[in-house]
Nanobody
């Protein structure tokens, strides 16, 4: 069974840091890019999740949404089949459920990952940033 499991969410004060993890199993990790999405409190169940960052598990190409550039860093450990999202200088507007997803391998280029439907989703982890 293909599975993605997120962890690392929690409550943090503005300016603080969190590191999210996304552990993959049941599929060839190298065949996909792994992306992070988020769904904020103002977004209803039917609203799309916003792409945050993406990493190509083979060549390490990364992409970031503009509002997180310079604050978030995505990385990978192929041996552990895990992708990380280091989030620094967190702001209250970063409060959201964060989901990782396995998507098309080339989708990190030009932010494509934010416009296509991933192959697999994780269950999400909640990040709350207090002011």
């Amino acid at each position: 069974e293909s599975q993605l499991v997120e962890s690392g969410g929690g409550l943090v004060q503005a300016g603080g840091s969190l590191r999210l993890s996304c552990a993959a199993s049941g599929f060839r990790f190298d065949d996909y890019a792994i992306a992070w999405f988020r769904q904020g409190p103002g977004q209803g169940p039917g609203k799309e999740r916003d792409g945050v960052s993406c990493i190509n598990t083979s060549d390490g190409t990364t992409d970031y949404e503009d509002s997180v550039k310079g604050r978030f860093t995505i990385s990978k450990d192929n041996a552990k089949k895990t992708v990380y999202l280091q989030m620094n200088s967190l702001k209250p507007e970063d409060t959201a459920f964060y989901f990782c997803a396995a998507t098309l391998k080339t989708a990190c280029y030009g932010g494509t990952y934010s416009r296509i439907v991933p192959a697999y989703w994780g269950q999400g982890t909640h990040v709350i940033v207090s002011s």
